[in-house]
């Protein structure tokens, strides 16, 4: 092997559990390599092959690199057309005259990069425009227009009314052992010390308290689904403001809360009403309205914007989509390939935790019977693991695994390797090619999402409505100073008079309220 090969084995991770031992909620740490197997005899084993697990010093089956490893260029897939050879360009009349004048010019100086030429001392000599000092609109000059008629419309923005006037002290949080990743679990672990760490907001890693703690606080907190004493100790990292950087980072922790305490649940980074789902049973689809939020400055104003969402869960599990692909199929590597084409890039959502993945592999090779070294030192295989930590029991023992490479925010958290799922508890989620050519199921998914806009408006109402009204929410917006308008954000527009079109024979003007000019261009 070369030693650009050797290097590159050296440099894979090891796969990943999603859920054991991460300081990250959504990630998971690293685990060792497989260390044992059980013999196969589920009458589903026809699934995968016979499994070989290779020992803990060999690279993993597949290969798995990282989301962000860009591939390298190939030089050969870099051709001419025609073949080999330098592409010559025919020069015509227009480029000859062209060129004196092209050789009267320069390039201004970046101001980061490097520059090819020496570099400009002169600014007079810079040729190239700074677009940050264009002016666009001459100072004093209104924005607004003054034609066309003017009408009232409402905007998916509510005001936030009152302005915060708290000093907040910022904390990064460690849990020792860290193999408490779920969120909800370190919150939990956070509230046995109300009396110390009161009126918080805590996203995981950073908490955000009104009392200073010293510079570093450790305390105690009992873990009951383990029996162990986790060890909580936080660090103070700055003191922030109204006015400082992070508070619009802050402003979003507490909307995200303010829904959650209003019902919802988060699925990636919107917040769904799990209580008005909708089941489409011809289907095998269940649909779940929500809602996606932002806080920032706009116009001058702190306002939140506000717009619905919607996220479609497959109810078929993914371990049931690969027994009806190998149903189909009687040779494995046939079955394999049509598993493969199907399910690798599929974005699935897993049962226990609500945490959506993206797979990019299938590990044939192994089983939940593989065993993995936790933090504490002891094995433990990912049936046992299961049973223990989500209190779910892995019916077919022999069903291969889904591969998913660490997002970015995993790897932040330093999750390097792999993360390894159990295709019983993930279920598809999105829209899938198959199912944007079924004219029925995407005439019966519009019927839900494409929202006109008075039961839309009325829909955000509601949303706002219900954290206005809500005691817990109302309780927790008063605790940081923060008060949501009653009302959406109404503003003036003006509909402009419409253009005319002009053809070489005609002109034409089309209708205001249709806004198409395509049928009266026709020619007649």
């Known amino acids: 092997m070369s030693e650009r090969g050797r290097a590159r084995g050296r440099g894979r991770s090891r796969p990943v559990v999603p859920g054991e031992a991460s300081s990250e909620p959504s990630g998971a740490a690293g685990i060792t390599a497989p260390t044992s197997e059980a013999p196969t005899t589920s009458a589903l084993a026809s699934l995968v092959p016979t499994p070989t697990v290779p020992p803990a010093s060999e690279t993993p089956t597949s290969e798995w690199s990282t989301t962000e490893a860009a591939p390298a260029v190939q030089q050969s897939a870099i051709r001419r057309i025609g073949g080999g050879g330098t592409m010559s360009i025919p020069r015509g009349r227009g480029l000859d005259k062209l060129a004196p004048h092209m050789a009267g010019m320069s390039i201004g100086e970046h101001r980061e990069g490097r520059s090819r030429g020496p570099p400009i001392h002169d600014e007079s000599q810079r040729r190239v425009v700074d677009p940050t000092r264009v002016s666009f609109r001459e100072p004093g000059t209104e924005k607004q227009g003054t034609s066309g008629e003017i009408i009232a419309l409402i905007a998916n923005y509510v005001r936030i009314l009152s302005a915060p006037q708290w000093l907040l002290y910022q904390y990064h949080v460690t849990f020792i052992p860290d193999n408490i990743d779920s969120r909800k679990t370190r919150r939990e672990l956070l509230a046995q010390h109300k009396g110390v760490l009161q009126d918080v907001a805590f996203d995981g890693q950073t908490l955000y308290s009104f009392n200073d703690l010293g510079d570093d606080h450790e305390t105690k907190s009992f873990h009951e689904p383990t029996s162990q004493d986790i060890t909580i100790q936080l660090h103070k990292v700055a003191v922030q403001g109204p006015e400082s950087p992070n508070f619009f980072h802050l402003s979003n922790l507490i909307m995200r809360k303010l829904l959650e305490l209003a019902g919802m649940r988060m699925i990636g980074r919107s917040y769904y009403q799990f209580d008005k789902k909708i089941d489409i049973d011809r289907f095998n689809l269940t649909l779940f309205p929500g809602f996606e939020t932002a806080i920032n400055v706009y116009e001058g104003v702190l306002m939140m914007n506000v717009d619905l969402s919607h996220k479609v869960i497959n109810n078929v599990s993914i371990y049931q989509r690969l027994q009806n692909i190998f149903a189909q199929f009687q040779e494995y590597k046939l079955a394999q390939d049509t598993a493969m084409r199907e399910l690798v890039g599929q974005i699935v959502i897993t049962t226990y935790n609500h945490k959506t ?130 009302n959406l954000v109404e503003l003036e527009a003006r509909t402009l008079e419409p253009e005319t079109i002009n053809y070489s024979d005609r002109s034409v003007r089309y209708k205001q309220q249709e806004a198409d000019w395509s049928r009266d261009g026709k020619r007649r």
């Open 357 to 486: 993945y993206k797979i990019d592999d299938i590990a044939w090779d192994k089983t939940p019977q593989i065993t993995f070294s936790r933090r504490d030192g002891k094995d433990i295989s990912l049936i046992d693991y299961y049973q223990e930590r989500y209190q779910l029991q892995i019916v077919d023992h022999t069903q291969p695994l889904l591969v998913s490479k660490p997002s970015r925010r995993n790897r932040r958290a330093g999750i390097t390797g792999p993360i390894l799922l159990i295709p019983e508890f993930c279920r598809e989620t999105g829209i899938s090619d198959s199912m944007r050519n079924d004219f029925n199921l995407m005439k019966e998914l519009a019927s839900y999402t494409h929202i006109e806009p008075t039961p839309r408006y009325q829909s955000l109402i509601d949303m706002v409505n219900t954290i206005n009204t809500s005691p817990r929410c109302r309780q927790y917006m008063s605790k940081w100073n923060l008060r949501l308008d009653d």
